[in-house]
């Protein structure tokens, strides 16, 4: 019987040195940019790829609920267009609220600058832009690259929004934990 318990005892403290190895490599990671989404001119960063029912834009209702989107938005340093662009963001979006404005996406932000260039993490989270325009907190699922195992937070902020057009410019303050 001694024999066994031993081996139980090796494994058991094996696993917490495994355990521990993994908690001590564990980084933290918080960035700061600009999205900018823009729907209307000549070269929009998000089209519509399909619209939910006889449900079209209008003024003050610019992405009708059901309305689905591809994106490749860009990122900046500041709110201005003119700022350094340090990434892209490619996915999806869904506006799934019928009562007002709320955005369901999916999208990949890759870095394109610094330290964390050709990394990314990955956001598939629920964005309710009208009930919370000062700030709203989208759950970060995955990344790769540096952000390989990537969890965290992003919170946003509405900079710009023209509610004609549905052109946004929504600041993002990130806080990754990753290996």
Do not use: W
């Not at 089209?47 to 449900?55: D, F």
């Amino acid at each position: 019987m001694r024999a066994p318990s031993l081996l139980l005892l090796a494994i058991l403290l094996g696993a917490a040195v495994s355990l521990q190895s993994t908690a001590d490599t564990t980084k933290t990671t918080h960035l700061h940019f600009f999205l900018h989404d823009t729907l209307s001119g000549k070269d929009p960063s998000a089209v519509l790829v399909a619209r939910g029912g006889s449900r079209t834009p209008k003024p003050d209702d610019p992405v009708p609920f059901g309305s689905l989107y591809a994106t490749d938005d860009v990122l900046t340093e500041g709110p201005q267009r003119e700022s350094k662009v340090v990434g892209n963001a490619q996915g999806l979006y869904i506006a799934s609220g019928r009562a007002q404005l709320s955005l369901v996406l999916g999208m990949d932000f890759e870095l394109t600058e610094g330290p964390f260039n050709g990394s990314a993490f990955v956001v598939y989270s629920r964005n309710t832009v009208v009930k919370h325009p000062v700030g709203r907190e989208l759950a970060i699922v995955g990344g790769r690259g540096k952000f390989r195992m990537a969890r965290g937070y992003a919170l946003l902020r509405t900079h710009y929004l023209d509610t004609n057009n549905g052109d946004a410019i929504v600041e993002y303050n990130v806080t990754l934990y990753h290996h």
